[in-house]
């Protein structure tokens, strides 16, 4: 059973992890981290969250801690980060980063690989989990249940999380991509373009590795939870998907492929290629 005191620090306080703040405080304490103090104090603090200004302050305080920085900044924070986490659980969300990367440094760590997408600013996220070799079974459910506050949950094998990336992660790129070129805005979408894009989302999907039942989910609930976004936030299909595209990802290297009129597989390969090419391993 859930210990309901239970404490949760993220480091980084971007899109996902202020999302991910926002919505696990309604049964979690939390607390946030992140190097630029004038986002904490405008972001943070002024919408009640605890904030800490030093990282190892926010670990000390936490049972369980969030890695929410970018991938380029991970190396030094693992090792800032090093003698304090003993007995923690870590839940990591950085791309290409692998659970026996971090293992390596953190010696025996706990960890929790998260690979959420850009609907988790609504609670609607599509996320999948990957246990490391010290987490515990326990460690595993309470990701599921911290995550399935923030949307839909897919535990998968680690190796699988590259696919997950190119489907549900840029996945949501490919839809907004779609829409831009074509102007067309979420009342536009007619349930025949809502079927089209799940039969292009699934087919990329068995083409990275998925097996049909969940190609099918995936693509489901990756156009469910992008329209939805499109609603929620009032945005446009060029505002997301520039939300979504970092310079080098894995959803640039998708987007070069659509722009040449490659197919939604040929990107989804495209952003597979790219994260298995980031990927930092043990």
Do not use: C
Request: charged fraction near 25%; aromatic fraction near 6%.
């Amino acid at each position: 059973m859930r210990d309901v005191k239970k404490r949760l620090g993220i480091i980084g306080f971007g899109n996902m992890g202020s999302s991910i703040a926002f919505g696990a405080r309604s049964l979690f304490e939390v607390s946030v981290f992140d190097k630029d103090k004038q986002k904490l104090v405008k972001q943070a603090n002024n919408r009640g969250l605890k904030t800490e200004m030093l990282a190892t302050d926010l670990i000390n305080s936490s049972d369980v801690i969030i890695l929410a920085v970018k991938p380029q900044d991970f190396d030094i924070l693992l090792n800032e980060i090093k003698p304090f986490i003993q007995g923690k659980l870590i839940l990591s969300i950085a791309a290409g980063i692998t659970t026996g990367y971090i293992e390596m440094i953190l010696k025996e760590a706990r960890v929790v690989r998260a690979m959420p997408n850009i609907a988790v600013k609504i609670s609607a996220a599509e996320t999948s989990l990957a246990k490391g070799k010290y987490a515990k079974e326990e460690d595993l459910n309470f990701a599921k249940e911290l995550f399935g506050l923030l949307g839909k949950v897919w535990v998968v094998k680690e190796e699988m999380i590259d696919s997950a990336t190119a489907i549900s992660g840029s996945g949501p790129a490919y839809i907004f991509y779609d829409m831009e070129i074509n102007k067309l805005d979420s009342s536009k979408i007619k349930i025949e373009r809502k079927n089209e894009y799940i039969q292009r989302l699934k087919q990329a999907a068995l083409d990275v590795g998925f097996g049909p039942k969940m190609a099918l989910d995936l693509a489901i609930n990756t156009i469910a939870s992008s329209i939805q976004l499109l609603v929620q936030t009032g945005s446009s299909p060029m505002e997301l998907r520039k939300m979504i595209t970092s310079a080098g990802g894995t959803t640039e290297a998708a987007l070069e492929v659509l722009s040449r009129n490659g197919s939604w597989s040929e990107a989804a390969l495209a952003a597979k290629k790219r994260a298995q090419e980031l990927s930092r391993k043990e």
